[in-house]
């Protein structure tokens, strides 16, 4: 659609870029749930335009501090690596803001890209754990403390859990009574929060600067399936490595996602699994200190386990979090990730080996 099909708002963005052709063409993009993303086509080239939820992401400048430290960083100390970074306005702004619209920024559209929405190979899965890891890798040397927490208690997995028995608590009393099975199971699995706890408080754990939003759709590809960087900065904030290899885990392990309602759909892949471990401890073998290695495993289940908190918690809560599009969605997506933890926990001994291999000698 173009921008004279969509009243003036586009074009107001635009124009403090200098994107004032009257052939602008401005068309959804991608599949995020979050921020709402368009391409923009001009007849020079083409960009990626983005509205900030400002719901999700409070202060939507930090995000822009952030990238711009990590922009900073990486350009003085790795130049060659390919960084997608937003393009300031002729006024030098990141980020523009629209009275009653909220914050926009645009983003050069990185050409012969693309993106993925589900992993279909465990190449792709090496392929995106490597990136990821390259990314920490490379910014070892940056010390997280300067980075601003946009999402405060992201990935507090004990928050998580006492929010989960406030909302056994105060919830929706009828909700409860359906799901009182499920709210055992996860009632059962404490000993994955002591673990995290443990980890609050060893030394040995290294806060990094860490994406926090590890999915497949966060790695650009080239032609040749081969990832050339990863994208979407608004999550990077200090923590802890296992956020990174569990989400991977978490997405990429399964050949279903999270909103499969046919649970015997729901599978562990070894093979995704190896290629994980391959491409995130080729670039992070190095990295990673001894306690830390061997939480690789635990990774997934603190992921997935929070996951399934985190959707129960706002079943009994009435959805006001992630909102539902039928009757007990949140209830089928935890009850998902209630099945997955369990195909995981029941390949541990195997799954948990393979890290132990150099990373050559794994098989994709």
């Not at 990314?135 to 010390?143: K, P, S, V, Y």
């Not at 799901?179 to 609050?200: F, G, H, K, P, W």
């Not at 992070?284 to 129960?312: C, D, H, V, W």
Request: glycine share 4%; with cysteine; proline share 3%.
């Amino acid at each position: 659609m173009t921008i004279q099909a969509c009243s003036n708002l586009y074009q107001s963005i635009l124009n403090e870029y200098g994107l004032k052709e009257e052939s602008v063409e401005v068309q959804v993009f991608g599949s995020g749930l979050i921020n709402s993303t368009w391409k923009v086509t001009t007849p020079e080239r083409e960009y990626i335009l983005q509205r900030i939820n400002d719901t999700v992401f409070n202060q939507p400048e930090d995000i822009a501090n952030n990238v711009s430290l990590i922009a900073c960083y990486l350009k003085e100390q790795h130049p060659d690596y390919t960084f997608v970074g937003p393009i300031t306005s002729e006024n030098g702004k990141q980020m523009i803001y629209e009275e009653g619209e909220g914050f926009f920024r645009i983003y050069p559209f990185v050409a012969g890209s693309h993106s993925k929405n589900a992993v279909e190979t465990p190449n792709q899965a090496y392929e995106a754990a490597r990136q990821f890891g390259k990314f920490t890798r490379l910014l070892a040397g940056m010390d997280s403390v300067n980075l601003t927490i946009t999402i405060p208690f992201f990935h507090d997995i004990s928050l998580r859990y006492k929010q989960f028995l406030t909302s056994i608590d105060n919830g929706n009393k009828s909700r409860l009574r359906e799901a009182r099975c499920l709210v055992q199971t996860l009632l059962s699995y404490t000993d994955i929060i002591s673990e995290y706890e443990r980890i609050t408080r060893d030394t040995e754990f290294k806060k990094r600067v860490t994406h926090h939003d590890t999915k497949i759709s966060n790695v650009l590809f080239n032609e040749n399936e081969k990832a050339i960087c990863v994208i979407d900065l608004d999550t990077v904030m200090p923590g802890y490595f296992i956020s990174d290899v569990g989400d991977m885990m978490r997405t990429y392990l399964s050949p279903t996602t999270e909103e499969e309602k046919d649970f015997s759909l729901i599978a562990i892949r070894d093979e995704f699994y190896k290629a994980i471990v391959k491409g995130y401890c080729q670039e992070m073998k190095n990295e990673l200190t001894p306690s830390e290695s061997k939480y690789f495993f635990y990774s997934g289940k603190f992921m997935i386990y929070m996951q399934a908190l985190r959707f129960l918690t706002d079943h009994l809560n009435n959805d006001i979090y992630y909102g539902a599009k039928y009757p007990g969605h949140n209830y089928v997506r935890a009850a998902n990730q209630a099945k997955l933890l369990e195909k995981l926990i029941e390949k541990e001994v195997l799954l948990a080996s393979y890290q132990g291999e150099e990373p050559d000698d794994l098989n994709q």
